[in-house]
């Protein structure tokens, strides 16, 4: 094993990973390991890194792991938000809100706006083919910076998760809840074309992964214009994520006429075992 380095004179960016916390973070190998893709762990799996002078980083990964533990801290965060601001709504509706909070693509679309990407250590390939503004790295990132806030700040770890949770993502809460439930985004979306003279359409554009793992990808429609698309472990789920774009973009099917541009992609909140 070759002796210990530093994983890059400007990595990690401790400066900017503050402005994105909201505290002055402590320089943990957790941290750093947060912002480490795999495709960079692929192409260093013999070397050891250092964090800072006198902090080797003995134990060299990805921010997997982290993205595991985050998920359920994300998870737990949003669920005891939703369940304290809506009293009295059922459990299957603070489902479906909650599902709409945390989707890929809302992560993906808050790790965007706070900058994480910038901050992500990827491997060369990865890094060449825009990794850092790729959705799914994103949404991975958010997730293991989560993981990371909860392991690294002790007793206040699940405080300062919540705080930085409801911070980043907390704003989408009233979106989502005006939005109303995904699993209705389909039927929203048919009666507000009809009511404006359009017909719907949802196509199949792209089909990617292994068969235990697939992916797929549709855009709808409305009058000719793509107004959203989604991608999911089903088809079906992926045209319920393109409908939810659609509403979105019409304005919530609530009515309005204006049409909006082709959207990011929305993709579910889960990922295949």
């Known amino acids: 094993m070759r002796s210990a380095r530093r994983l890059r004179p400007d990595f990690p960016d401790w400066k900017r990973l503050e402005e994105i916390l909201g505290w002055p973070p402590e320089h943990s190998p957790v941290y750093v390991r947060a912002l480490i893709h795999s495709s960079y762990v692929n192409e260093h799996r ?28 994300l998870e737990l965060v949003i669920s005891e938000e939703l369940f304290r601001r809506y009293p009295d709504w059922p459990e299957g509706e603070l489902t479906k809100l909650r599902a709409a909070v945390v989707s890929s693509e809302s992560l993906a679309r808050t790790a965007a706006e706070i900058g994480l990407g910038e901050l992500l250590l990827l491997g ?27 392991l690294v ?9 919540r705080a930085f949770i409801l911070r980043h993502v907390g704003p989408q809460i009233e979106q989502a809840a005006r939005g109303g439930g995904l699993r209705d985004a389909k039927n929203r979306l048919q009666e507000w074309a009809q009511r404006q003279g359009l017909v719907v359409n949802y196509r199949l554009v792209a089909t990617r992964g292994p068969d235990h793992a697939k992916e797929f990808e549709v855009e ?26 659609a509403l979105l973009a019409v304005g919530g099917g609530g009515g309005g006429g204006g049409h909006g541009q082709p ?5 579910p909140a889960g990922r295949p075992g």
């Open 46 to 73: 013999n070397e050891r890194f250092l964090v800072a002078p006198g902090q080797p980083l003995l134990h060299f990964g990805s921010n997997e792991r982290l993205e595991f533990l985050g998920d359920a801290v």
């Open 124 to 150: 060369r390939g990865e890094a060449l083919s825009g990794g850092k503004t790729r959705p799914s790295l994103l949404e991975d990132a958010f997730e293991a910076l989560c993981g990371a806030i909860y």
């Open 153 to 161: 700040e002790g007793e206040r770890g699940l405080e300062r998760a």
């Open 220 to 245: 709808v429609e409305l009058g000719g214009r793509v107004l959203g698309r989604g991608v999911g472990h089903s088809k079906k789920d992926a045209e319920l994520f393109a409908a939810q774009q």
């Open 263 to 267: 959207l990011a992609l929305a993709r």
